[in-house]
């Protein structure tokens, strides 16, 4: 059998003015992982298994747009391996069984989606014998993402398959991204809040692209003033001054509120962080439901989790970046 994982991630800065050209800093969340188990089976076919979605399916019979599916055939036509033969082939051939498994939670910001992928691409082309690289694993990933988000930037694939922290610029007109993995100088602490509502990603972009439609400027001038906060997070976390972070989490929230991809829950957990003792507070990812996070001083993560519990959130995840 052959395994792989991959962990979740948050968008610590920038996110929604990523897709619009600006940067953005996200960093993996290793306390919650997708999992792929690969083995040979003497069934002939591809078995898909994902007990948590209640999945047990031959791969032929799943929609060629199905994520699952979408990243299985992407390994064998970049393995240019034909994948092994259907039951209704026949022949008698053994097949492949396949099983995700993961704790992240979904549709809710924490890149559930391209750690599945990820997971799923990486120990399927190991099992075939052709591990594929990681530049390959993240391009990949990000043709599935397309079917979740329609038009992503590209920082989860990326963030997810190399598991480091990044700074990441969207490429232009088809140009690829720049991606820098860069140093934490000094380690700090975030409270992660989930809200319980799904967060589709996919209408809170389309939203922004609504308003940024109707008036360029002013969206462009709420972007440009995020991207000089990713830009001034950045320095902080090189620097080892990650307690800088917080005022810009309140600013970097504040101009998401103002792009609409805020709500009234994610607003109540923020502010419950705060008067628990939060640095700082945003939400994370693509807003209206999902997750927010909390930097705090370590000591006190506790403090602000069970205050985020005692404020609505249905599940509090405490991670360092270090
Ligand atoms: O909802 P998430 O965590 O997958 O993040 C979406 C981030 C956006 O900037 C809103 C979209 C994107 O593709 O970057």
Redesign the pocket.
């Known amino acids: 059998m052959t395994t792989a994982t991959a962990p979740g ?3 610590l800065f ?6 619009y050209g600006q940067p ?1 800093l996200a960093v993996p969340v290793t306390q919650v992982r997708a999992k792929a188990d690969v083995s040979d089976s003497p069934r002939p076919g591809t078995w898909i298994h994902a007990p948590d979605i209640g999945l047990h399916e031959e791969l032929s019979r799943l929609a060629p747009g199905h994520p699952l599916s979408a990243a299985i055939r992407s390994v064998f036509s970049a393995l240019a391996s034909p994948s092994p033969s259907p039951p209704a082939g026949g022949g008698g051939e053994g097949g492949l069984s396949i099983t995700i498994t993961s704790t992240i939670p979904v549709a809710s ?3 559930s ?2 750690a599945v992928s990820v997971a799923l691409i990486r120990a399927l082309s190991a099992h075939l014998g052709r591990p594929l690289p990681d530049e390959w694993v993240s391009a990949l990933t990000y043709e599935v ?1 397309k079917i ?2 329609g ?6 694939n990326t963030v997810v398959t190399y598991a480091r922290p990044v700074y990441f610029v969207r490429g232009r007109g088809g140009e690829p991204p720049t991606i820098e993995v860069f140093p934490i100088a000094r380690s700090f602490t975030i409270v992660i809040g989930d809200t319980g509502l799904p ?1 589709p ?1 996919k209408e ?2 389309a939203d ?1 692209r609504c308003l940024w439609e109707a008036d360029r400027e002013r969206m462009e001038r709420l972007f440009a003033a995020i991207g000089s906060i990713v830009r001034a997070a950045r320095q902080a976390i090189e620097g080892g001054y990650p307690e800088r972070l917080g005022p810009l989490m309140d600013e970097n929230h504040a101009l998401l509120q103002e792009m609409t ?1 805020s709500s009234a829950e994610l607003d109540r957990l923020v502010e419950a962080a705060r008067e628990a003792g939060a640095l700082g507070a945003k939400l ?4 209206r439901g ?1 997750n927010m996070i909390a930097l705090v001083e370590e000591a006190r993560a506790r403090i602000v989790a069970d205050a985020l519990r005692a404020a609505g959130a249905r599940r509090v995840i405490i991670t360092t970046v270090a």
Do not use: M, Q, R, Y
């Not at 920038?14 to 897709?19: L, R, S």
């Not at 994370?284 to 807003?287: A, D, K, P, W």
């Open positions: 991630k948050i968008i920038g996110e929604h003015a990523v897709v953005a910001g924490l890149g989606g391209a993402e979740h988000h038009t992503p930037s590209g920082i989860d967060a990603t809170a972009v922004v991809v994370s990812g693509g807003g999902g």
